[in-house]
């Protein structure tokens, strides 16, 4: 199956800081990536899909101007929480859909970020 | 609204069958997914059903009634790995995914 490959695992950062989130696909090419955001004991809640080559859509309530999101290439795109703060710690995924894996849809996972701001 | 209910936690002997139902309401639908997530991991896909009826694949098999709106996955000849949450997610009409809250399946010895 595709592979989508997500960097860092985990990370720990400051208050005030901001932290970058990679999302590859590594044997597919992802015009679509999705961004989900996870707190303990809860479903997946989504964030924002990815577009390559333009802007990202945002659900309704997520700050776009705090989680930035880049889709530079068919490959990559990037989440960066910008000046993060103790109740964005948070599990972070990123999932993308190969379309040449037939009419299912599914989606692949990165292996999630777990990031902890003190 | 949209709404995927699952049951929050469930346990089962090794060995034994379960099966955990989801139920939907959404606006539209364009398939029904399965994940299993391990505690810390990314889900990963276990099944799809878009037409009514069963789908098996080894020990997991998925069920689908799209007029009742009611979704069933049944894990036979469980093992210690199956301890994990399995999520539901149904596609709707802008072929959206609409997640569940996931079943906790807790497995004893």
């Known amino acids: 199956g595709a592979v989508v490959s997500q960097h860092p695992s985990r990370v720990i950062c400051k208050s005030g800081t901001s932290v970058k989130i990679e999302c590859r696909s590594l044997?597919?090419?992802?015009?679509?990536m999705f961004w989900y955001r996870q707190f303990p004991k809860q479903s997946l809640m989504l964030m924002a899909t990815s577009n390559e080559g333009s802007k990202a859509t945002y659900e309704q309530g997520v700050e776009k101007d705090k989680f930035l999101i880049n889709h530079a290439s068919l490959t990559l795109s990037t989440l960066t929480v910008t000046s993060a703060h103790p109740e964005d710690s948070s599990f972070y995924i990123c999932?993308?859909?190969?379309?040449?894996?037939?009419?299912?849809?599914?989606?692949?996972f990165g292996e999630g970020s777990r990031l902890t701001v003190l | 609204g949209q709404n995927i209910d699952q049951p929050t936690e469930m346990t089962a002997t090794e060995g034994a069958i379960v099966q955990i139902n989801c139920t939907y309401q959404t606006s539209g639908f364009n398939g029904l997914f399965w994940y299993q997530q391990h505690a810390g991991e990314a889900p990963t896909f276990l099944s799809y059903?878009?037409l009514d009826g069963l789908e098996e694949k080894g020990r997991f098999s998925s069920f689908l009634s799209r007029s009742k709106g009611y979704s069933y996955l049944l894990l036979k000849e469980l093992q210690m790995k199956d301890s994990a949450s399995y999520l539901c997610?149904?596609?709707?009409?802008?072929?959206?995914?609409?997640w569940g809250a996931g079943t906790k399946l807790i497995i004893k010895p």
């Open positions: 997610a149904v596609r709707d009409s802008n072929y959206q995914l609409i």
């Open positions: 044997d597919f090419q992802a015009t679509t």
């Open positions: 059903n878009v």
């Open positions: 999932s993308a859909r190969d379309l040449l894996s037939g009419d299912t849809g599914e989606l692949f």
